[in-house]
């Protein structure tokens, strides 16, 4: 059972779910990201200004900065601080143009996930 813990990164901090060892909480680790909800645009993702990237949390969300790519498969991915994050996209679609601009997605707290990775 995942437990809630701080993470700090260089673009920002927020309160999130560890899958990992809970004797490995406090430590520094290179983490991998899930988020447990689909890109919605016009409802949990939206355009942002260009730059800088950002972790922070806004209430009971978790709000992210970053570029997005669309892989052309039903899927995204939103580059937060050169860390990717996997989405699959919600219908509708974003609409066109917006493959490789700048977004802020917020997604429930209880769906965002860390999880440690070896580099």
């Given at each position: 059972m995942p437990v809630s813990v701080r993470v700090h990164s260089a673009v920002g901090t927020a309160v999130v779910l560890w899958q990992g060892a809970v004797g490995a909480v406090g430590r520094e680790h290179h983490v991998e990201w899930t988020v447990d909800e689909d890109l919605a645009w016009a409802e949990n993702t939206r355009p942002a200004a260009a730059g800088p990237p950002e972790l922070r949390e806004d209430g009971d969300r978790i709000v992210f900065r970053g570029r997005?790519?669309?892989?052309?498969?039903?899927?995204?991915?939103?580059?937060?601080?050169?860390?990717?994050?996997?989405?699959?996209?919600?219908?509708?679609?974003?609409?066109?143009?917006?493959d490789g601009s700048w977004v802020e997605v917020r997604a429930a707290r209880d769906r965002v996930t860390v999880w440690p990775c070896g580099v």
């Open positions: 997005l790519d669309l892989t052309g498969d039903g899927g995204a991915v939103l580059v937060v601080g050169g860390e990717p994050i996997l989405f699959d996209l919600a219908d509708p679609p974003p609409p066109e143009g917006v």
